[in-house]
């Protein structure tokens, strides 16, 4: 399998690192570099691409890019850019410092599956877990319970977010208590 990559980086020690890794892999056999957003969707446009390893800094529209044939790098954890780039199909949301044989990983993977920098999981577990939208089903919550939630997600106190509703903090309890029960239920 030979493989046309393009490395869009605009940092050159990173980009340069990135081609070193890739051009002495037998299965890659063009390799293009790019250093902005210009240059990149210029490339996207007018060239035949296999993989796209590209720093997430040159990607404002995530849909620009081949559909299951790129790979995002960043420098921290963004979940929008994340769970935007796994709907696209992303190869992969690794970190700018990973390790060469991940960069490697990505080049063999099969069609449909996702490469994570073993040092985000903590990050993505962490927000599937605390994300209370993504097991709550809006519309069995009463409006009262839809606010609590809101000012939740925001990381209010609770002895703020009672003051705030005119509500005492045993009457918040319930609330929450309730907002569970129903986030228990819509998970099975």
Request: net charge negative; proline share 3%; hydrophobic share 45%.
């Amino acid at each position: 399998m030979e493989l046309s990559v393009l490395i869009a980086e605009p940092c050159e020690i990173l980009r340069t690192g990135l081609h070193t890794i890739l051009a002495t892999d037998e299965r890659v056999a063009t390799l293009v570099e790019v250093s902005n957003a210009e240059e990149l969707q210029k490339h996207l446009r007018c060239c035949s691409i296999d993989l796209v390893i590209v720093n997430q800094m040159l990607v404002s529209d995530i849909s620009t890019l081949p559909e299951s044939r790129f790979v995002l790098l960043t420098s921290e954890f963004n979940i929008t850019t994340f769970l935007m780039a796994c709907k696209h199909g992303a190869k992969g949301y690794l970190l700018e410092t990973s390790q060469a044989e991940l960069i490697r990983v990505i080049l063999g993977m099969p069609p449909g599956s996702f490469l994570i920098e073993p040092a985000l999981t903590v990050n993505i577990v962490g927000y599937l877990t605390s994300d209370m939208r993504l097991m709550i089903k809006e519309e069995l919550l009463t409006p009262r319970e839809k606010e609590i939630v809101g000012l939740l997600r925001e990381g209010i106190e609770r002895s703020t977010i009672a003051e705030q509703l005119n509500i005492s903090g045993a009457t918040l309890k319930t609330h929450i208590k309730n907002i569970f029960r129903k986030r228990t239920a819509t998970a099975v």
